[in-house]
């Protein structure tokens, strides 16, 4: 898969993954838990959103990289979404770390 954010996107989703693993206590190395969210993301997310940082288009509503693309979003607020129940998606059986997970991979897509 192509990785073109270089360290910057890299560094930011760092800190990011280092706060929240303040936070929630958990001591899992980020690179794992990026892919941990990809893996998750691709069996519960991918029927309706396109997960994949290259995949701008397709999926039959907003792509992951355009929510993480908006000015406002943070990964709390990905992770809380996730964990709330919503009206317009299913709520996978998604632990507060996978939702974590999940959050720091689309993170990773943000411009
Ligand atoms: C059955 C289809 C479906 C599945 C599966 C699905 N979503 Fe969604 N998702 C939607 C729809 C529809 C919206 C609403 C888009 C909108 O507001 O225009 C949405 C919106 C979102 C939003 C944006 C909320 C906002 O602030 O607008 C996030 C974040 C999100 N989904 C994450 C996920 C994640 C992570 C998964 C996998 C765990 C997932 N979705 C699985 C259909 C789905």
């Not at 760092?14 to 206590?25: D, E, H, I, R, V």
């Not at 190395?29 to 959103?49: K, T």
């Not at 355009?66 to 992770?79: C, K, L, W």
Request: aromatic fraction near 4%; hydrophobic fraction near 40%.
């Amino acid at each position: 898969m192509a990785r073109n954010q270089g360290n910057q996107m890299r560094m930011l989703a760092t800190q990011l993954s280092a706060a929240l693993t303040l936070l929630g206590g958990t001591g899992a190395a980020l690179a794992q838990d990026v892919e941990n969210g990809r893996r998750l993301s691709a069996r519960w997310c991918s029927e309706c959103h396109a997960i994949e940082p290259v995949q701008g288009k397709g999926g039959r509503t907003i792509s992951f990289a355009a929510i993480a693309g908006r000015q406002d979003i943070t990964s709390d607020m990905i992770t809380s979404f996730l964990l709330m129940p919503h009206a317009t998606m299913p709520n996978p059986p998604l632990s507060r770390k996978d939702a974590r997970d999940i959050a720091a991979y689309m993170m990773e897509m943000k411009k």
